[in-house]
């Protein structure tokens, strides 16, 4: 194959990422890769909350346009941050296999959620996460934390919160595993869509290359995430919306969990539903995610969706 350049972000675990990427890249396909970092307007608007400037997609809009201009071939996302509808001219070809997909309790001081004291201060500016630890304690103050990892685990060890809540995928994928103190379980924090599997995006009109990235793709974690996004881009899926989706394979079934709370009181009850099927193409993991979301719709989601 001819040269493939990664466009990636800056940030310690997005590069962990694109490396990964490029290994797997140059193993099996037998391809030169090199890596084009970049900062996104996600990675430089930290002083407010990614609801209020544009949600996820401002980590992946410099990437596509290197695409664009051809001064890279491949953009590597962590799938979470990947919008649901990609513009016209862009394709996301191939997910990996997942990573532990759950949501990790850091603290310094405590070991889980349960020894927290009455108020204490947590970490998060996902709107998913707010609502569902108000839901488990809705005593605690959660104030928001933005900024990549590093940035994230330097502001509690500084002495600004109590606890934090990341995503398990990063801190393992750099080391940093040491630092989880618990992790939550699917049931009692459920991820977010996608969340710790990586996506590859390319140009609609490369086709070589997305049959080649193609071979890369692990099928359940494919067919797991589209369930899961299918959720999201059912109900309009943003980071106004405090949405969870996961979905796992037990015995031959894929078991789909999903959660919605209220954007502007993250007090009121969570709407849950769990569905399950046997999807073995696109077409039916999405029709497993339709269904899903029309179980919450039953539930009266409509009413939580007009504030997001």
């Given at each position: 194959?001819?040269k493939i ?9 997005a590069?962990w ?24 307007r996600?990675d ?35 799938l ?28 310094n ?9 009455q108020g ?15 839901n ?11 900024g990549n ?49 990586l ?9 070589a ?26 109900l ?8 969870a ?25 969570l ?22 979301a ?8 409509e009413?939580y969706?007009?504030?997001?």
């Amino acid at each position: 194959m001819e040269k493939i350049v990664i466009a990636t972000r800056e940030s310690r675990l997005a590069l962990w990422q694109a490396e990964h990427v490029k290994a797997l890249l140059e193993q099996r396909l037998g391809a030169t890769v090199e890596l084009l970092g970049m900062t996104t307007r996600g990675d430089q608007i930290l002083d407010r909350s990614l609801s209020k400037v544009g949600g996820k997609g401002l980590f992946v809009k410099e990437l596509e346009t290197a695409l664009e201009e051809d001064r890279a071939q491949l953009a590597v996302h962590s799938l979470k941050d990947v919008p649901m509808d990609l513009p016209e001219g862009f394709a996301l070809v191939a997910i990996l296999e997942r990573e532990d997909p759950r949501d990790a309790f850091v603290s310094n001081q405590f070991a889980s959620l349960d020894e927290l004291p009455q108020g204490a201060l947590v970490g998060t500016s996902s709107l998913r996460r707010v609502v569902q630890l108000k839901n488990l304690r809705p005593d605690l103050r959660i104030e928001p934390l933005r900024g990549n990892l590093d940035t994230r685990l330097r502001k509690l060890d500084e002495g600004g919160y109590d606890a934090i809540v990341l995503a398990a995928a990063g801190l393992k994928r750099l080391g940093l595993g040491q630092r989880i103190r618990s992790c939550f379980a699917l049931d009692q924090m459920i991820p977010c869509a996608g969340q710790g599997a990586l996506g590859l995006e390319v140009r609609a009109d490369a086709a070589a290359l997305t049959q080649a990235l193609g071979t890369l793709t692990d099928q359940p974690t494919w067919l797991a995430t589209q369930a899961e996004r299918a959720v999201s881009r059912s109900l309009g899926g943003s980071c106004s919306m405090p949405l969870a989706a996961h979905a796992r394979w037990v015995d031959g079934q894929l078991q789909l969990e999903v959660a919605l709370g209220h954007p502007e009181h993250p007090e009121r009850p969570l709407l849950k539903a769990r569905v399950q099927g046997q999807p073995t193409d696109e077409a039916a993991a999405r029709a497993l995610g339709l269904q899903a979301a029309e179980a919450l719709r039953t539930q009266g989601a409509e009413d939580y969706l007009r504030c997001a």
